[in-house]
C-alpha cells in the first residue's frame, strides 16, 4: 500500500490544520493507521494511531490537541490539529500497520510539511 499525505502548511501558533491521508488501496482490515512526524535532523516520531475498530492512541504532547480518525469506505485517514505549537514543526507521514505494528506501507511518502511559525 501507498500513502499520500496533504493538507499542510504554514500556520501561526494556536492555529489549526486537518491533514488528509490517501491509500492507494483498501484500508479495510488494516488494524493500525497511523500519523509519524519527522522534525529536522530527528527520527520518524509516532503521533497518534487509530485501530480499525476506532480506539486511539497519541502522543503525549498532543492530546487534547490533535485528532486523529479513518474513513474505510474512502481509504483515507485524517489529523485535525489544533492549538499548534512550534514544536509541531515537522514533516508528517502517514503509515499502515498490522496489529503487531509492521508496516504495511511502500516505505515512507512524500509526507507534508507543517509549520508553525508567526
Known amino acids: 500500500v501507498e500513502f499520500a499525505e496533504s493538507g499542510g502548511g504554514l500556520v501561526q501558533p494556536g492555529g489549526s490544520l486537518r491533514l488528509s491521508c490517501s491509500a492507494s488501496?483498501?484500508?479495510?482490515?488494516?488494524?493500525?493507521m497511523a500519523w509519524y512526524r519527522q522534525a529536522p535532523g530527528k527520527q520518524h516520531d509516532l503521533v497518534a494511531r487509530?485501530?480499525?475498530?476506532?480506539?486511539?492512541e497519541y502522543l503525549e504532547s498532543v492530546k487534547g490537541r490533535f485528532t486523529i480518525f479513518r474513513d474505510d469506505n474512502e481509504n483515507m485517514i485524517f489529523l485535525q490539529m489544533s492549538g499548534l505549537k512550534s514544536e509541531d514543526t515537522a514533516v508528517y507521514y502517514c503509515?499502515?500497520?498490522?496489529?503487531?505494528?509492521?508496516?504495511?506501507?511502500?516505505?515512507w511518502g512524500q509526507g507534508t510539511q507543517v509549520t508553525v511559525s508567526s
Open positions: 487509530i485501530t480499525s475498530n476506532g480506539r486511539t
Open positions: 488501496s483498501s484500508i479495510y482490515g488494516i488494524y493500525w
Open positions: 503509515d499502515g500497520q498490522s496489529y503487531g505494528g509492521r508496516s504495511l506501507g511502500n516505505g
